[in-house]
């Protein structure tokens, strides 16, 4: 399987996810958007020196996959882009840091706890939103989006940004297919046609993205998005309640 | 959608098109079409069929001549009128769904046009029934077989219950239970119809009238069964 074919299937195994009926799945989208952004806020608020009390927060992390029954080990991956990043912005800490603070009654570095707290809060971040994306569809985060007032403008470009990946993988994938079909035994994709191809990728996707919006038109599409309205019901409510609150105990209460 | 609008609902004047410069696809395009008529639109490939029709439904604006659909002038500002009429099968159904589930891939038109959640629901069981896949309802349209996605595409569109239907190739990639499914489906359909294919047989099950284009005009324009009958003038233009 080629590399592209790879992400294709990524991006339908995460959908395949988001269709699945499990009841984190069905619960309404604003609570799940709700405290998807509450908990990064949360976390992000933390003292660089408080990593004792920002462990407490990952209880979220914990409860959403196993029982919403994610794989960790797909938000791990997801991570591989962000991780090198975060350690690569918090490796100077702990020298130019040298601050001693007390940890659990140790006397540790203040450098290497900001280190690792930002690495953390970074871990829970894209851990965060995977639960979300993973349990809930594009089109009704976008909802969720339109119910707090986000711009429509801004909605609607997320969405056909989503729809737009979708469309460019799925060009990808065919051209390079049928180029591999064509040139059995070679490894990779010989040099001398990669410019073309890429080219004819662009110029594809372009199009394509024109038919797809056009289809969109042809049936009523006028820049407003229509999901299937969303009825609430009393886990709704108190789904997001008890996790703020949660939250908020964590980060002022037991904080201090 | 239905909007109960009846008698003359396309009507094409000395049109002409191209795509690029000294090239052109469509010259002088005649043409009227009124509620209840099916029309097939039959000639070789590459020569205009689904050009023709993407003008019928505002898809490209810089003709020469005039559209008329529906009593509203084709321009930019009536396009959202216009659209209201037609509901339009492409060519390739990859270009057709773009939604991951069936369900609501056929759900969107209906949505778009502010029906009730019940409504909807019942646009979307009706459609589904119509072309027989209500068992691909929660199917994802990317793992769809191409005759599946042909006929999700064409539901897409009944659930909007237009006034014009067109469909550029609808029995393409569909089996022989499928496409006989889809000649007594389209009987069923009130209201204009205006489909593209190679199909002379689907043709002949399905449209009374026929046009045949060639050389960018259309060269034939009546009965179906003179129009198919005639051996000698679908040699003539390439069929
Ligand atoms: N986007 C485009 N840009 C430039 N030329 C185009 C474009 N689309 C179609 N053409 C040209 O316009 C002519 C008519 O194409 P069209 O797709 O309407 O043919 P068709 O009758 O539907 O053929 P087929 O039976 O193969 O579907 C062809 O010569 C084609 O090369
Ligand atoms: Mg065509």
Known sequence: MNSIEKKLLELNKIEDIQQRSHWMNSLHPLGKLLISVIYILCVTSFDK???????????????????????????????????????????????????????????????????????????????????????????????????????????????????????????????????????????????????????????????????????????????????????????????????????????????? | MKTGVSGELLNISGLSFSYEKDKEVLKDIDLKAVDGESIALVGANGIGKSTLMKLMVGLYLDFSGDITVAGHKMCAANLDHIREHIGYVFQDSDSQLFLSTVEDDVAFGPRNYGLSEEEVEQRVAKALGQVGIENLRKSKTYKLSGGEKKLASIATILSMEPDIVIMDEPSVALDPRNRRNLIMVLKDIRGLKIIASHDLDFVMNTCERTILLDDATIVADGATKDILGNEALLQAHGL
């Not at chain 1, 797809?212 to 009825?231: A, H, N, Q, W």
Request: hydrophobic share 55%.
């Open chain 1, 49 to 256: 020196y408080d990593i004792v009390h920002l462990i407490l927060m990952s209880v979220y992390i914990i409860f959403t996959f196993a029982i919403g029954e994610l794989s960790f080990k797909e938000g791990i991956y997801r991570m591989r882009l962000i991780l090198p990043l975060l350690i690569f912005v918090g490796i100077f800490n702990p020298f130019l840091d040298k601050n001693i603070v007390l940890i659990a009654g140790y006397e540790v570095r203040g450098g290497i706890v900001s280190m690792l707290t930002l690495v953390v809060k970074g871990v829970y971040t894209v851990l965060a939103v995977y639960a979300l994306i993973a349990t809930t569809p594009i089109d009704d985060i976008c909802y969720a989006l339109r119910i707090i007032k986000i711009p429509k403008i801004i909605v609607i470009v997320i969405m056909l940004i989503y729809r737009y990946i979708d469309v460019m993988s799925k060009e990808a994938d065919r051209i390079f297919t049928s180029y591999r079909l064509r040139a059995p035994g070679q490894k990779g994709i010989a040099y001398k046609y990669w410019g073309a191809l890429v080219g004819q990728w662009l110029l594809r996707s372009m199009d394509r993205a024109q038919i797809v919006y056009e289809s969109m038109t042809l049936r009523g599409f006028r820049g407003d998005f229509i999901p299937s309205k969303k009825s609430v019901r009393a886990l709704d409510v108190i789904y997001p309640i008890v996790w703020i609150a949660i939250f908020m105990i964590i980060r002022f209460a037991v904080t201090g």
